[in-house]
């Protein structure tokens, strides 16, 4: 609804219809240079600041001047409408209409009115009481009565912010935001406690100044029946308290009712309704007196420019992408040396796969050959008889190895009953004893055999029961005869270059044939792959007492084969401590042969 007229005797002014929250409208007095904005708008389209649709006038209606002119893209477009006409005295009327993509709100920086050039003539209210500009801060003023007429209610036409606060510090924000959305549109006048005091002396109560606040005074005729909205000083850090107060200002500043610049209804639509929605005039549809002013031609130095800018952004993007293309091309290169290289390698494996897949066709090939010439069970069979043999084998040498042994034990006491003066140490040899297990032969050695420490864990009845027990039974025995007796004379002898002294091994050699124990069942120690594998070595690694090894447990390496085939294979593994703080040797595993390549 547009204002009535108040020309028009009787007429009452009446409550605006809201405008839609994309819609602007300002109306106001200016300077009469306000006339002349036509260089003006032309020098800020040449500059891009805006994009000038067209100007001229009106010749059919005989209207004032008009410019239309849009800027910003998306939802930042605004296109808008101003009309100028001279009034009376050195005063000019203007009017401003503008329609935006997204509602108007504090985001706004940029007014309709500061956008246009209008700021820069002065412009004022209908009746001239108030700037609508910015005013400076009022401080220690004597003489107020001139701003009684600001506040006093049915005199302005316009909205007033004051803001009452400590001036020396700088304005807050959000009341920099509002200045900045409502310029040209509304005052804002900051006044100190002194001028406070006297302003409201001389007002009613319902429109005193409020203390550390900002309040906005609206004209009488927009709605007598609302307070002026007030934002206390403790929320002047909340946004929405702010967006409220500019959307009343920008409300009010829209419709100048009760003044001289309101006009009637078909006049304001004629002039700023109507240019809006007519979005697309071509040159001459509205008659010879409208003139266009297009985009500079293609000679103007604006396009030049354009010109050179694309260019220059052109030959950018063109070296950008020669970088590019250099940089992809390196890359693909050190990939194709890449690629020779593992083909390289690829071919030189494809001739040892070659030499080893004729390798192995050739020994197909004699398998082959082998298996037509033989049989599956032929091989068993063989196999079987070569493993029976080497048990038969195995059980002359156990036979060959007891009738030496008695042998020398005969020889040995036909020496010494043939001769006439038997020496002290010409004593009989010792009988084997007889034992049927291995724990009785265990319990006789630890009784008889004091030189010998065997562990906790020794256990060797695994060896019971077994074809060849009897021969384990009796080389076991020996073994360990030997060992006592090896450990007694090292323990007690003095000089330590005596061959016998050189280890269990070289011990064997002298004196094994005694005990018929052959130095090749004598291993002074593991492999390499035993040591070094750890499977295998925690394997033959037994607890041992602290004064042998700190740790409490070492590695038995050296060894004695008990036999030397027939799948059980046993083993005495021992540690030599004969010369050291014990003076004995530790046994540490009696039993089948422990884990190793062989038997893994």
Known sequence: MIPADPGVPGAEPSAPEPLPRTAFCAAGHAASSAA?????????????????????????????????????????????????????????????????????????????????????????????????????????????????????????????????????????????????ATKGLCGLLPVDDSVRERVNALLPEDRWLPARAARLYLPSWWAPHLDDPVVPGERFGRPGEWRKLVDIALRVSSWRAGGAIRMTGGAWRALLVDPMHDRRVAPGTRGGALRWLPAADDGGARVLRDRLGTAARQEELARDRADSSAAELAERRAGLRRLRDRAGRAERSRRRLAE???????????????????????????????????ALHAEELDAAEDELLRLRHRVAELERLGSPEPGPDAAPPEPVPEHATFAELLATARRELPALRFGPQVDPSALDGHRRSGQWLRRTWNVLVLLDSYARDRAGAADPGRADLRGFAHYVRAHGGERGISPALVASGESELVVNTPRFRTARTFPVPAEVEPAGHAFFGAHVRIDRGGGVAPRLHYVDDSRGATASIHIGHLGPHLPGPESN
């Open 36 to 180: 002349d904005l036509g260089d003006r708008l032309l020098r800020a389209h040449e500059a891009g600041e805006l994009r000038l649709i067209d100007a001229g006038q009106e010749a059919e209606s005989g209207l004032p001047r008009r410019w239309r002119a849009s800027w910003g893209r998306g939802s930042t477009a605004v296109r808008a409408a101003l009309v100028v006409a001279r009034g009376p005295g050195a005063e000019t009327a203007f009017w401003v209409h503008a329609e935006a993509a997204r509602p108007w709100s504090i985001r706004d920086q940029v007014s309709p009115v500061q956008r246009l050039g209008l700021l820069e003539h002065d412009p004022r209210d209908p009746r001239g009481a108030y700037s609508l500009t910015e005013q400076n801060p009022l401080v220690g003023l004597e003489d107020v009565e001139f701003l009684v007429h600001t506040f006093a209610g049915g005199v302005r036409d316009s909205p007033v912010l004051v803001f009452h606060g400590d001036l020396a510090r700088p304005m807050p924000p959000e009341l920099l935001r509002f200045r900045a």
């Open 356 to 390: 080893l897949a004729g390798r192995l066709r050739r020994q197909r090939d004699e398998a082959e050959s082998a298996l037509r010439s033989g049989s599956v069970l032929a091989t068993v069979r063989a196999a079987r008889e070569a493993e029976l043999e080497a």
